[in-house]
């Protein structure tokens, strides 16, 4: 077993589900970024996804896009993030993704971003536009030993579900609206996070995109293994002290809600 599906199954064992961040690699403040991230693990955050930042990100929306562009501008490229790793695991023992797009992998060079991966102390990624035709290309065998977590959407066949149930590990990453991340659809599909629920047999599932508060991670709890809050947190730090107090605040709330 992986070591975050088997992090994720014993918080699960323990009454908890899982309660993971997203974080855009040194965002807002290069220079206090690692010191960031550990507040926020601190504050109750299970798991951290820190996402290197890329010109043209698809999947994200606009608070995540300009956390990007931002981090971009202050000279965050893939080697500061596998340095902010590094430094991150030195102080913690919990499950760290690293999430961006392919391009930038493909420019780094697709077995040293790998060989990267494991020698900063990462435990798993996620690409989310590598299709799933073309995983086994890309997820070459440098890439064994590290969690490659899919998505699947509302969209997503039941079919094509199983499918990425089969080639994903550390868990399934459920994309629970239509759309970009940090876009609120009053009516966040339940259903499909119940359906998928009953599909998603090999791996853990957790549940991301439009949660932001307590009573989304209380709605979403029951029909899955944890959430991902990932604008919610982004947007909290853009309007936040240095302390980053309101943000930590924050994710203390949402981590007391998955209990």
Same mark, same amino acid.
């Given at each position: 077993m992986s070591?975050?599906?088997?992090?994720?199954?014993?918080?699960?064992e323990a009454?908890?589900?899982?309660?993971?961040?997203?974080?855009?690699?040194? $965002?807002?403040?290069?220079?206090?970024?690692?010191?960031?991230?550990?507040?926020?693990?601190?504050?109750?955050?299970?798991?951290?996804?820190?996402?290197?930042?890329?010109?043209?990100?698809?999947?994200?929306?606009?608070?995540?896009?300009?956390?990007?562009?931002?981090?971009?501008?202050?000279?965050?490229?893939?080697?500061?993030?596998?340095?902010?790793v590094?430094?991150?695991?030195?102080?913690?023992?919990?499950?760290?993704?690293?999430?961006?797009?392919?391009?930038?992998?493909?420019?780094?060079?697709?077995?040293?971003?790998?060989?990267?991966?494991?020698?900063?102390?990462a435990?798993?990624?996620?690409?989310?536009?590598?299709?799933?035709?073309?995983?086994?290309?890309? $997820?070459?065998i440098?890439?064994?030993?590290?969690?490659?977590?899919?998505?699947?959407?509302?969209?997503?066949?039941?079919?094509?579900?199983?499918?990425?149930?089969?080639k994903?590990?550390?868990? +399934?990453? /459920?994309?629970? +609206?239509?759309?970009t991340?940090?876009?609120?659809?009053?009516?966040?599909?339940?259903?499909?996070?119940?359906?998928?629920?009953?599909?998603?047999?090999k791996?853990?599932?957790?549940?991301? $995109?439009g949660?932001s508060?307590?009573?989304?991670v209380?709605?979403?709890?029951?029909? /899955?293994?944890?959430?991902? +809050?990932?604008?919610?947190?982004?947007?909290?730090l853009?309007?936040?002290?240095?302390?980053?107090?309101?943000?930590?605040?924050? +994710?203390?709330?949402?981590?007391?809600?998955?209990?």
């Open positions: 070591y975050i599906s088997d992090y994720i199954k014993k918080k699960n009454g908890e589900k899982i309660l993971s961040v997203f974080l855009t690699s040194g $965002f807002p403040d290069k220079e206090n970024f690692v010191k960031l991230t550990l507040n926020v693990l601190d504050a109750g955050a299970d798991m951290l996804e820190i996402g290197f930042p890329f010109s043209d990100p698809l999947a994200d929306g606009p608070i995540i896009q300009a956390s990007s562009q931002e981090a971009l501008l202050n000279g965050i490229n893939l080697s500061t993030s596998f340095q902010y590094k430094e991150i695991r030195k102080n913690s023992n919990k499950p760290i993704i690293l999430m961006g797009y392919a391009n930038p992998v493909l420019n780094y060079g697709i077995d040293k971003f790998a060989a990267e991966i494991k020698n900063s102390g435990n798993g990624v996620i690409i989310p536009d590598v299709p799933i035709d073309e995983f086994d290309n890309f $997820f070459n440098s890439f064994e030993g590290i969690d490659k977590i899919l998505l699947v959407t509302p969209t997503t066949s039941e079919e094509r579900v199983k499918e990425i149930d089969k994903s590990s550390g868990f +399934v990453y /459920c994309v629970s +609206v239509s759309g991340t940090g876009l609120h659809n009053k009516n966040k599909s339940i259903e499909f996070v119940k359906k998928n629920q009953k599909l998603v047999t791996n853990k599932m957790l549940v991301g $995109f949660i508060n307590e009573e989304d209380k709605r979403y709890s029951p029909f /899955c293994d944890g959430v991902i +809050v990932g604008s919610a947190v982004i947007k909290s853009m309007n936040d002290d240095k302390n980053y107090s309101q943000t930590i605040e924050l +994710v203390r709330k949402l981590k007391n809600s998955t209990k």
